[in-house]
């Protein structure tokens, strides 16, 4: 292999784990971005309360299904109804 086929090749390599390690920072980032999402759900305890009342959750389980549909108590319903 001659010595400019070895520099081209090294360079190659250079710009394929520079690509990689952005598109990691990239992916961490987005990772990031949906826990922040979770943790910025506002929910309202009385949509709490009437889940575990009236389709028999505990707290833990009723906030889950409210955490899932961000906060929607229809979309909750909706689903607690169809699974």
């Known amino acids: 292999m001659s010595k400019q086929t070895e520099t081209a090749n090294k360079n190659l390599d250079k710009v394929t784990d520079y ?3 952005q ?3 990239v992916e961490n980032a ?3 971005l949906k826990e922040e999402k979770k943790v910025l759900i506002k929910l ?3 949509d709490v309360k009437f889940l575990e009342q009236n389709f028999d959750l505990d707290k833990i389980k009723a906030i889950e299904q409210l ?3 961000e906060g929607d108590l229809q979309k909750a319903i909706q ?3 169809h699974n």
């Open 79 to 81: 689903n607690l109804l």
């Open 67 to 69: 955490r899932l549909t």
């Open 30 to 32: 987005l990772s990031n």
């Open 19 to 21: 690509v990689e390690e």
């Open 44 to 46: 309202n305890d009385a």
């Open 23 to 25: 598109e990691l920072k």
